[in-house]
Structure formats: structure tokens, C-alpha cells
T-cell receptor, first 114, second 113 residues
Framework: GDSVTQMEGPVTLSEEAFLTINCTYT??????LFWYVQYPGEGLQLLLK?????DKGSNKGFEATYRKETTSFHLEKGSVQVSDSAVYFC?????????????FGKGTLLTVNP | DAGITQSPRYKITETGRQVTLMCHQT?????MFWYRQDLGHGLRLIYY???????DKGEVPDGYVVSRSKTENFPLTLESATRSQTSVYFC????????????FGDGTRLSIL
């Protein structure tokens, strides 16, 4: 079945540091890929997405590129802020058919210190 | 305002009691989902629904019951709560297109004593 593996963390960085959170996936065909963010006490919010190979999703300074050859969708940000402290989830949905269930990674806790 | 709301936000109950978590969405999305979030497990799908009166099991359905008589509502019932069901529960909805995201509520934190 489909699966998502992401670095478990926790990740602790200083403000303005560079962030990478690794995500790899196993799926048949060409899934759609997502990064969700969960701030303390809140539900998950979509951060960015990519729906085909070589697509780059971007939002709020975060970027991730859909790499079919390495089955990866790593999340990056050039300069993190304290307000980026949250849990980040990589996820996929299979393409086509009637299965719209999200498969999540286990999440990565990011703490950014001033 | 359009959105997805869960109630209650917090609930404490005792083992053996029945408890129902409510979820309401205003987008008229066809799909709705229930997840539980536990440390070390991430989010796990409990049940989902493709439309009114159509529901199906997810990864961890045992001990839970769902219904969907109206498109906008998707309640989750624990018929006889157990301590292992202490968790944070999230409801989500989507329009059923695979490249579109799911939209999540703010969650219900359930403690079973």
C-alpha cells in the first residue's frame, strides 16, 4: 500500500536558519503530494502541494519539489522564524480512481528559538 | 462563514460511557473523514464518508460508529469508551478531487478516565 516516511525530529533551529524536512513516499503511479502544518492547539492547514512530477509547491517562504525519480518531496525554507514553530506533515493521495484518502507521515516537530 | 467546525473542543468522560463528537461543514463537500492523532502514530483514519448514507472503514475503526444522514454533518460515536480511545480527534472534508486538499477542523481533545 501507499506510505509516507518523513524525518521524525524533533528539529530545533535558531531564527534565520535554513530548514529541510525530508519526505519520501511509496505509491503506484503519480500521487498528489502535500505538506500540512499544525500550529499548537489547532487543526492541520494545507501549506503547499504539488500534483505532478517536477512541480514546485510554495507558500509563506516554504518550498517543496515533486521528485519522481527519487520519490521525494522535501520541505525547505531559507530563513525560519519563531512563528514557524509547528508540526509538519507530509501526505499523499493516489491519482485517479475513487480513493481520496490521505496517507500521512508521522509528523516532524519544528521548534525555532529566537 | 464557510468552514468546518467540531464540537465539543474538549471532553472528559469515563470508561463505558457513550460519547458523540460532532462535525459540521458548510462547503457541501462530498467527502468527510475522521482521524485520531496520537503521539508516535501521527494521524490515523478512523472512518470516512463519500456522500450522505455512504460510509466506510479506515485504518482503526474498531470501537467507533459513524453516520451521515446529511451531507454537512458527520458525527463520530464511541459506544462504550475505553482509555485507549483517549486522543485528539480531527474531522476533515474534501470535494473528492484527488489533487485537492482536505480541510480540517480544530479538533476535539477527548480524555477517558
Amino acid at each position: 500500500g501507499d506510505s509516507v516516511t518523513q524525518m521524525e525530529g524533533p528539529v530545533t533551529l535558531s531564527e534565520e536558519a535554513f530548514l529541510t524536512i525530508n519526505c519520501t513516499y511509496t505509491a503506484t503511479g503519480y500521487p498528489s503530494l502535500f505538506w500540512y502544518v499544525q500550529y499548537p492547539g489547532e487543526g492541520l492547514q494545507l501549506l503547499l502541494k504539488a500534483t505532478k512530477a517536477d512541480d514546485k509547491g510554495s507558500n509563506k517562504g516554504f518550498e517543496a519539489t515533486y521528485r519522481k525519480e527519487t520519490t521525494s518531496f522535501h520541505l525547505e525554507k531559507g530563513s525560519v522564524q519563531v512563528s514557524d514553530s509547528a508540526v509538519y506533515f507530509c501526505a499523499l493521495t493516489p491519482r485517479g480512481g475513487s480513493n481520496y484518502k490521505l496517507t500521512f507521515g508521522k509528523g516532524t516537530l519544528l521548534t525555532v528559538n529566537p | 462563514d464557510a468552514g468546518i467546525t467540531q464540537s465539543p473542543r474538549y471532553k472528559i468522560t469515563e470508561t463505558g460511557r457513550q460519547v458523540t463528537l460532532m462535525c459540521h461543514q458548510t462547503w457541501s463537500h462530498s467527502y468527510m473523514f475522521w482521524y485520531r492523532q496520537d503521539l508516535g502514530h501521527g494521524l490515523r483514519l478512523i472512518y470516512y464518508s463519500a456522500a450522505a448514507d455512504i460510509t466506510d472503514k479506515g485504518e482503526v475503526p474498531d470501537g467507533y460508529v459513524v453516520s451521515r444522514s446529511k451531507t454537512e454533518n458527520f458525527p463520530l460515536t464511541l459506544e462504550s469508551a475505553t482509555r485507549s480511545q483517549t486522543s485528539v480527534y480531527f474531522c476533515a472534508s474534501s470535494d473528492g478531487v484527488s489533487n485537492q486538499p482536505q480541510h480540517f477542523g480544530d479538533g476535539t481533545r477527548l480524555s477517558i478516565l
